[in-house]
T-cell receptor, first 113, second 114 residues
């Protein structure tokens, strides 16, 4: 079945370090791909998305590129801040799927000064 | 504008008891979803309402779970009787349509079954 696999956390980085969180997917069709983020004490919120191959989603300095050939959607940021500490979830959904999201297990990121 | 609100934020109950979780979606959002995250694993879909109708309930684990959405506004998710494996965080989300792919989530209700 359709699924999303993320790198296990926690990921611990120093401020201004480069961040990569790996995400790969298995899908029978051509899904849209998402990164959601959950900051402490808050609900999940959409960070970025890409709807077709080679699209790049970006927001708040984060980027992810939809790679159909490697079925991946890795999240990157060039210089993380303490305020980026959160849990990051990769997800997919299908057009016509009524926004039914399939999530990965989440990756906790801790950034220290 | 108020976001998605869920109540209670944390509930601790004994096995065999009943718990009801409530979700108030963003006003005007016809689509309401319930998801669950168990033991730090994937967040899994439970069901989807369009207004007061169940569009998809394929993720509901068993008949101990009952979801309702009265008048197409708030929703409740009742677990009766609760089992140990029901422990987890229950998320509610809403969206105004099903095209853009963005869901607006609440903070979640953590359920602990002892």
């Amino acid at each position: 079945g359709d699924s999303v696999t993320q790198m296990e956390g926690p990921v611990t980085l120093s401020e201004e370090a480069f961040l990569t969180i790996n995400c790969t997917y298995t899908a029978t069709g051509y899904p849209s791909l998402f990164w959601y983020v959950q900051y402490p004490g808050e609900g999940l919120q959409l960070l970025l998305k890409a709807t077709k191959a080679d699209d790049k989603g970006s927001n708040k300095g984060f980027e992810a590129t939809y790679r159909k050939e490697t079925t991946s959607f890795h999240l990157e940021k060039g210089s993380v801040q303490v305020s980026d500490s959160a849990v990051y979830f990769c997800a997919l959904s299908f057009s016509g799927g009524y926004n039914k999201l399939i999530f990965g297990a989440g990756t906790r990121l801790a950034v220290h000064p | 504008e108020a976001g998605v609100t869920q109540f209670p934020s944390h509930s601790v109950i004994e096995k065999g008891q009943t718990v009801t979780l409530r979700c108030d979606p963003i006003s005007g959002h016809d689509n309401l979803y319930w998801y669950r995250r168990v033991m730090g694993k994937e967040i899994k879909f439970l069901l989807h309402f369009v207004k007061e109708s169940k569009q998809d309930e394929s993720g509901m684990p068993n008949n101990r779970f009952l979801a309702e959405r009265t008048g197409g506004t708030y929703s409740t998710l009742k677990v009766q009787p609760a089992e140990l494996e029901d422990s987890g965080v229950y998320f509610c989300a809403s969206s105004p349509d099903v095209l853009a792919g963005e869901l607006f989530f609440g903070e979640g209700s953590r359920l602990t079954v002892l």
